[in-house]
């Protein structure tokens, strides 16, 4: 966990969410496996020359969510049914926060770290009022061809530094305005977690010998968080970033450790 005191925007969930009521009440298990099913077989055909026979496939009326189906399609496009619109709310490297420069391929790792974060893939949304939210969203990993003017083929160190800012975790306000969500750049919970955001350990593994570095012989110290891909919310309404497995970045004596800290903690 950071250090990330938000007792006075944090409230309990006293409710359950729309989305879950949505799905309950819109979706039985059969019918889910059936839709999934679907799914997995139209993103087999798209990659075969029968894509262009899928394609012509005219929308029906789905009486499973209310509304119109797109028809089938293999565009690199966004499409979304009649009466609904689909908007950009936030990309990578826009402002989170107020004096945040604008985007530019050429910005430094000081900027990327008040510019929203590469990669997008878990993320989860908080209702705090009807007009205000908070969006959490992990920040993956980094495409060097686009992170940089020179496409990665010469890299510095605040180059370095900033595809650490690139990673990790983007915390970002949201306010409705005019029924449509922006982003706040005055909220106050605006942030940043990089690949070098400081957090302290805590619990039976702190302390533990496995944790201990050259940097903090107190293994109670830890720096950053990356290559998140899911994420979730407690129900005590805490975010929960994960990576799904540490042998891309890490040595496998390292991951051997890391199993053995798991085990620890567990």
């Known amino acids: 966990m950071s250090n990330f005191n938000n007792n006075d925007d944090q409230r309990p969930l006293d409710h359950e969410p729309e989305f879950n009521k949505f799905v309950d009440a ?30 012509n496939v005219k929308a029906a009326k789905s009486d499973l969510m209310g509304f119109n189906a797109i028809p089938i399609s293999t565009a690199d496009t966004v499409q979304v049914p009649d009466g609904y619109q689909a908007d950009v709310l936030i990309s990578w490297g826009d402002a989170i926060k107020k004096g945040a420069p604008a985007f530019s391929q050429s910005n430094d790792s000081k900027a990327q770290e008040m510019q929203f974060g590469d990669n997008n893939d878990g993320m989860t949304f908080f209702l705090i009022e009807d007009d205000r939210a908070v969006l959490v969203v992990n920040n993956e990993y980094t495409n060097n061809e686009y992170l940089y003017t020179h496409q990665g083929k010469n890299i510095s160190a605040d180059d370095v530094r900033k595809a650490q800012a690139a990673h990790g975790v983007s915390v970002v306000e949201l306010k409705k305005n005019f029924g449509q969500w922006q982003v706040n750049l005055d909220g106050r919970l605006n942030r940043r977690v990089t690949a070098f955001t400081e957090m302290e350990m805590t619990g039976v ?62």
Do not use: E, Y
């Open 26 to 55: 819109a979706m039985s298990r059969r019918r889910f496996l059936k839709g999934t099913g679907a799914a997995a077989t139209v993103g087999f055909f798209a990659a075969t020359p029968v894509s262009q026979a899928v394609a």
């Open 205 to 266: 593994a702190a302390g533990h010998d496995l944790l201990k570095t050259a940097a903090d012989k107190s293994g109670s110290k830890i720096l950053g968080t990356f290559n998140n891909c899911a994420n979730g919310q407690t129900p005590w309404v805490h975010i929960l970033p994960v990576k799904r497995t540490l042998t891309a970045t890490l040595p496998i004596p390292l991951v051997q450790n890391c199993q053995k800290v798991t085990h620890v903690m567990v």
